[in-house]
């Protein structure tokens, strides 16, 4: 499938914003540029919010997602949208997106301290969860906080490497969770790793440059979901 958006932030999640074109404005007034900083939903990570600014005028987004092939930036109620062709500005909350980049990254790190198939999961601004299929394994919460924060503390340099499709299926082990798979007409696969050995998996989200980024992270509620599944949350520690 041709994709009509160029995604910058694929190369470099630190871009805050971007200049871009209006392709299209779609029925229900959602705007299709030709390129965008802003994530769309996908992979258990909400889409970002932001302003587009043009001609001195600015419209609040709300949300973006995927449809039909295209990203979305959906805007905020009823507001005066810029038509085909126009140039604006893509800006994104600056603030929000880094809070969800360093929580993208800490629910890896939660996905290596916890030797488990994953089954689910989402990422927020203010807590985070995994669910695991935990089997006879026991979560220590005292022991899962050290480990994390261990892993923060060590500073891991986090970074984008891409593989072929055919190198993707021979190492089924690199989705991690078993109901977020990349798409099945993609003929590169972007992989997250972390430090040398820390964790290594498919993804398509934002994430920090280094674990020290993150900040210190706290364990919250460890929630029984069936006979194998649990679900653990993560917070960032200066929300505690």
């Known amino acids: 499938m041709t994709h009509r958006t160029a995604e910058v932030f694929r190369d470099d999640a ?13 029925e229900r007034g959602g705007i299709v540029l030709d390129q965008t900083v802003f994530y769309a939903t996908g992979g258990g990570q909400p889409g970002d919010v932001g302003t587009l600014d043009f001609d001195g005028d600015s419209i609040s987004i709300g949300t973006t997602i995927r449809a039909e092939g295209d990203i979305i930036h959906v805007p905020y ?9 126009t140039g604006v500005t893509a800006a994104l909350d600056w603030e929000r997106r880094h809070r969800l980049m360093r929580m993208h990254t800490a629910t890896h790190l939660l996905c290596s301290a916890i030797p488990c198939g994953v089954t689910g999961g989402s990422v927020g601004t203010d807590k985070s969860r995994i669910d ?35 190198e993707f299926d021979a190492q089924p082990d690199l989705a991690r969770t078993m109901t977020v798979k990349p798409p099945a007409d993609a003929e590169r696969i972007r ?25 210190r992270l706290r364990i919250g509620k460890v929630d029984n979901k069936g006979a194998r599944n649990r679900r653990v949350y993560i917070h960032l520690g200066e929300d505690a």
Do not use: M
């Open 14 to 26: 630190y871009i805050r914003a971007c200049e871009a074109n209006v392709l299209d404005v779609n």
């Open 77 to 85: 109620g009823d507001q005066d949208l810029p038509g085909p062709g």
């Open 132 to 166: 695991f299929d935990t089997g006879e394994y026991k979560i220590d919460k005292e022991f899962l906080s050290a480990e994390l924060n261990r892993l923060v503390e060590d500073d891991h340099k986090v970074e984008t490497v891409w593989i072929t499709r055919e």
């Open 191 to 215: 992989l997250v790793k972390i430090g040398d050995d820390v964790d290594l998996q498919s993804c398509g989200g934002t994430h920090v440059a280094s674990t020290g980024e993150i900040g």
